[in-house]
C-alpha cells in the first residue's frame, strides 16, 4: 500500500508524527465543553433532600450546645429510600433503607473523601468528617441518589 509521497517508511512515519502533533492542539472551547457535559454526568441522580429530621433543629439553644457535643443525628429521604446517618467525633454511622446492595461515598466541595459498601442491613461506617458542608451518595447497580449538603 502506497499512498502519495509515502514511498518509504521513514516518510509515512514522519506524516503520521506531524498529524498526531495537529491532534494535540485541542481547540479551548472543546475543551470547556467536555468540562461542562462531565458536570452534568450525575443530573439524573435523585436529591434527597433533609426532610424528616436533623437533631440540631429539634432542640433549644441550651440543648443545642449539649448536641454539638455529642452525636448529630440526620434523616434524608427520597421517594421510596432513607438514609439515617449519626455523625460523632469518631466518624458517620449509617443505615439505608430499604437494604440493598451498593456503596456509600462520603462527598465534599473538593470531591470523595471516604466511601464503603453497604452492609446486609444497609448499614456503613465512615471516618469523621471533614468540616464544612458535606453530603452523601448512596449508588446501586440500578440508581444513584445523592442528600442535600449539610455542615457537621
Known sequence: MSGPGWESDEVLLRELTEALAEARDLPPEFAEA???????????AELMLLTSYDSI??????????????????VFDAEGISVQVEVTEAGVAGQVLPTFPGRVVLLTANGPVEDTDLDELGCFLLGPPPPGPVRFRIETDNTTVVTDWVCV
Do not use: E, K, M
Not at 467536555?34 to 450525575?42: E, I, L, M, S
Not at 433543629?57 to 440526620?74: E, G, H, P, Y
Open 57 to 74: 433543629l429539634d432542640t433549644d439553644l441550651a440543648a443545642r450546645a449539649r448536641a454539638a457535643l455529642t452525636a448529630r443525628q440526620l
Open 34 to 44: 467536555g468540562r461542562a457535559a462531565y458536570t452534568w454526568r450525575t443530573v439524573d
